[in-house]
Nanobody, 124 residues
Framework: QVQLAESGGGSVQAGGSLRLSCAASGYTSAYYCVAWFRQAPGKEREAVAIIHVGGTNTVYADSVKGRFTISQDYPKRMIYLQMNGLGPEDTAMYSC?????????????????WGQGTQVTVSS
């Protein structure tokens, strides 16, 4: 079992920044994938970034490329999402997810473990 806990959400004005954190605990593999997803009301859940934890590979959705950065602190089992240049379109519930393969597949929602999510609200 793996547990994920997100933090760092909040309200910010357009153009602002937030850093989300995802703390992994339990029986994580030596190498694994963590994704940040978001879901806005009335919209489908979408993956915005994936990182290969223990490796170096990262992938981003086109909608956030150049604005969001996913990173890791491997010993602490922490994964971060630095979000800059936020706009109202980024308002959503953000969740992190874990699986042991498929670290480049932004289109898949088949992840093994999910966190509860943290709300991000961007006002114009």
């Amino acid at each position: 079992q793996v547990q994920l806990a997100e933090s760092g959400g909040g309200s910010v004005q357009a153009g602002g920044s937030l850093r989300l954190s995802c703390a992994a605990s339990g029986y994580t593999s030596a190498y694994y994938c963590v994704a940040w997803f978001r879901q806005a009301p009335g919209k489908e859940r979408e993956a915005v970034a994936i990182i290969h934890v223990g490796g170096t590979n990262t992938v981003y959705a086109d909608s956030v490329k150049g604005r969001f950065t996913i990173s890791q602190d491997y010993p602490k089992r922490m994964i971060y999402l630095q979000m800059n240049g936020l706009g109202p379109e980024d308002t959503a519930m953000y969740s992190c997810a874990y699986r042991t393969r498929g670290c480049s597949d932004l289109g898949s929602t088949a992840w093994t473990y999910w966190g509860q999510g943290t709300q991000v609200t961007v006002s114009s």
